[in-house]
């Protein structure tokens, strides 16, 4: 009968086997339970895979309900099959504790039994004494730097589980009020309208905006209406834009340009002055 120790972890429970030789193996089904994975499924898989293949055992170890004969993978595998599972293909809840099972998993098995290598129920070799053990410590070393592998590509996992949520708050941002999603060529399209409109009021020679041109019709409006109270018989907003025409060398008030803005303000409000108003 295999020794085993029943390890706490995360609020589950990880079962650590040894053989004779001192290798160590955990509990597969119970980690794939613990985990929220089809073992059937997940036995395949290390099944198929070159390396994991090797050290998928079925051991025997002691329950309560007697002997069983139960499938366990070598301790130093554990962190290679655990860098193919991605946190975004399980259960939401259980994210967070497969990286903490990526991360730390197999040191806490492998501490389990620590430096004591079971030869017999009651022999213990020593590191010093045993070859084997300093072959494990090999196995301990290789299973650590996939480890470091595990942890990086979780890092990684992470890095890009951000940036599609960074994509997708950009996406709701970027949203048209008809409830379409506005592309990025439109977007940067209405930018350059704007941009264009900014250069527009700020180039001399460039004509008057509508907002300009309305305050201009305004002044007039009120400048006629002035003239027409003193004498009714003439048409007086023809004449204020005649005098406009003439005096700014335009043929329509609303191609008076940018640097005559002011100067027409300036005319219609002498005129209006002028007139007694």
Aim: aromatic share 6%.
């Amino acid at each position: 009968m295999l020794p085993h120790r029943v390890i706490p972890f995360h609020g589950d429970q990880l079962i650590a086997v040894q053989q004779p030789n001192g290798t160590v193996f955990v509990h597969f089904a119970r980690v794939c339970e613990n985990l929220g994975l089809s073992r059937p499924t997940q036995v395949r898989k290390v099944s198929a895979h070159a390396v994991l293949s090797k050290g998928l055992l079925t051991l025997p170890i002691e329950t309560e309900g007697g002997t069983q004969q139960v499938q366990c993978l070598r301790v130093d595998l554990l962190p290679l099959w655990m860098a193919g599972l991605h946190a975004s293909r399980v259960k939401e809840h259980l994210r967070e504790k497969l990286e903490c099972y990526q991360a730390e998993a197999a040191q806490v098995l492998w501490n389990a039994f620590g430096d004591r290598i079971v030869v017999e129920e009651t022999g213990i070799v020593s590191i010093e004494d045993d070859p084997s053990i300093q072959q494990l410590q090999r196995i301990a070393e290789m299973g650590r730097a996939i480890m470091h592998m595990a942890e990086q590509q979780i890092e990684l996992q992470r890095q890009q589980t951000a940036l599609t949520t960074r994509m997708d708050s950009a996406a709701r941002v970027i949203r048209g009020y008809d409830g379409r999603i506005v592309t990025v060529e439109e977007h940067l399209a209405t930018v350059d309208v704007r941009v264009g409109l900014l250069e527009a009021r700020l180039r001399p020679a460039a004509t008057i905006d509508d907002e300009q041109a309305a305050e201009i019709s305004s002044r007039v409006k009120v400048l006629a209406q002035a003239l027409t109270a003193q004498d009714s018989s003439k048409n007086h907003y023809q004449g204020i834009f005649a005098e406009l025409y003439r005096r700014f060398g335009v043929s329509s008030y609303k191609l008076i340009r940018q640097n005559q803005y002011i100067g027409v303000l300036a005319f219609l409000e002498e005129w209006r002055h002028s007139s007694g108003d």
